[in-house]
DNA sequence: CCAATACATCGTAATATTGCAATGAACAAT
DNA sequence: ATTGTTCATTGCAATATTACGATGTATTGG
């Protein structure tokens, strides 16, 4: 009758080594486009190309630091690339890493459509 | 000088209503991707097409709660239908619902492709 | 009726996310 | 040199997410 080790570790965290490689790329991809401001930030560059922070937060509408929090959100996950030119930051999309994104979410739906379908 | 009214309000919870409806649409679902589980359990799920818990849970190895408590939020996000047979609850893809998510993600394609591909 | 099965839900603990004011660094302009 | 601009980072508060044991409900099998 042993209630110990009922002591809760990695609580709270996912459990992202009971995946495949690819799910977990999906998966930080997915969580790129699973904030409104993050997707609103990417149409707004795509359309542009080369734009700054503080003009992608006057247009969504969120503060300079949270702004920029997003910004690097979705750099870390590498659909953005930027160039520092002056004191102006300049943003642009990672065609590359769209591209794969693309190709993931394309498998996706091709395993999940598979026998459903 | 009023260091008044910096009472935190809304502190923690995302500015949705800063964004269109369709960039709202496809968080919620990119949302749902965001979780390798999730991911897991819907091409699982595409794989069988009408699956049980129990068995979704021995596959991808997490508890009965917690894969319960995951489709749940798959279901609630509508990319899942379940119907109660006996004691088993039977979970199957909701193709609509999957065929709108492709389709929001097309158009988050074309318009962040739109002048920097 | 009684045990076993399948599942959702509750409660709880730990971590993650979201938002912004305040701050500091780097550069530009005067 | 001083001021203004642009931006990332820090610190903090509030909410959201993740995970699972424990529990209750409903059904099946004996």
Redesign the pocket.
């Known amino acids: 009758m042993r ?1 110990e080790n ?11 080594h ?1 995946h495949t490689m690819s799910v977990n790329q999906l998966a930080d991809l997915a ?1 790129v486009l ?5 997707i609103s930030i990417l149409n707004y560059i795509g359309d542009c190309d080369g ?7 006057a247009t969504i ?13 979705i ?1 870390k996950a590498g659909l953005l690339k ?1 160039k ?8 642009r999309i990672n065609v590359e890493k769209l591209g794969k994104l693309k190709s993931l979410f394309q498998e996706f739906f091709e395993t999940t459509e598979a026998k459903c379908c």
Do not use: W
Not at 6 to 16: A, F, P, Y
Not at 84 to 91: A, L, M, V
């Open positions: 209630t009922l002591i809760t570790e990695n609580m709270g965290v996912s459990k992202r009971l969580k699973s904030h409104p401001a993050r734009c700054l922070c503080k003009d992608i937060s509408k969120l503060s300079q630091p949270t702004t920029s929090q997003h910004l690097q959100v750099k930027s520092f030119e002056g004191k102006s930051q300049y943003y």
